[in-house]
């Protein structure tokens, strides 16, 4: 089992940045790629960035040019940095593991608020 604990999030105005980050712990040799999700009000969640252990990274058109998916494998760490957010951003987000051999992502954070609004 992995588990991930978030931190980061919170409000923000249009234009703004914020930097999300999710330690894993655990069976962490296990992961073949880690990502960040997103659930607005009213809607199905959604990936939007995925990096590999290898360090390959994939972004939702969504987000391309603005978000970065980073990691630091000695902290076992995955980071999501947000820059010219807008009010389409604000959702939970979650990070999530995918283990090796598998398609899906089976570990979650708790989630946590992202907020874009003047």
């Known amino acids: 089992q992995v588990q991930l604990v978030e931190s980061g999030g919170g409000s923000v105005q249009p234009g703004g940045s914020l930097g999300l980050s999710c330690t894993a712990s655990?069976?962490?040799?296990?992961?073949?790629?880690m990502g960040w999700y997103r659930q607005a009000p009213g809607k199905q969640r959604e990936l939007v960035a995925s990096?590999?252990?290898?360090?390959?990274?994939d972004y939702a058109d969504s987000v391309k040019g603005r978000f970065t998916i980073s990691r630091d494998n000695a902290k076992n760490t995955v980071y999501l940095q947000m820059n010219s957010l807008n009010p389409e951003d604000t959702a939970v987000y979650y990070c999530?593991?995918?283990?090796?051999?598998?398609?899906?992502?089976?570990?979650w954070g708790q989630g946590t608020q992202v907020t874009v609004s003047s």
């Open positions: 999530a593991a995918r283990p090796i051999g598998t398609a899906d992502y089976g570990s």
């Open positions: 655990g069976s962490i040799w296990n992961i073949k790629s």
């Open positions: 990096i590999t252990t290898g360090g390959s990274t």
